[in-house]
């Protein structure tokens, strides 16, 4: 069975930080590019940053490029997003994605608010 598994979200302050992880399983995570994608409110869905299977390629949307990292470790099957300087256009549900097998998690919110 396939599951991605985020987490990590919460509530934090603009300029704040936090760190999601998605843990993956039922198929070769290894072999795989993954995303992030983020959906706020009343907006479609965007790609946030993506990383290939050997992290040998990694891109990022503008908006967050300089204050978001992607990273990922295959042994232990989990994606990881580094979010820093938050902002609250950044509030969001925040899902990882592998887009070959169009795998999706559940999502974890992220909420930046004084």
């Not at 580094?82 to 999502?107: I, R």
Request: aromatic content about 10%.
């Amino acid at each position: 069975q396939v599951q991605l598994v985020e987490s990590g979200g919460g509530l934090v302050e603009p300029g704040g930080s936090l760190e999601l992880s998605c843990v993956a399983s039922g198929f070769p995570f290894s072999k795989f590019l993954m995303e992030w994608h983020r959906q706020a409110p009343g907006k479609q869905r965007e790609v946030v940053a993506s990383i290939s299977s050997a992290s040998g390629t990694i891109n990022y949307i503008p908006s967050v490029k300089g204050r978001f990292t992607v990273s990922r470790d295959n042994a232990k099957s989990t994606l990881y997003l580094q979010m820093m300087s938050l902002k609250s256009e950044d509030t969001a549900v925040y899902y990882c994605h592998a887009p070959t097998p169009n795998f999706w998690g559940q999502g974890t919110q992220v909420t930046v608010s004084s």
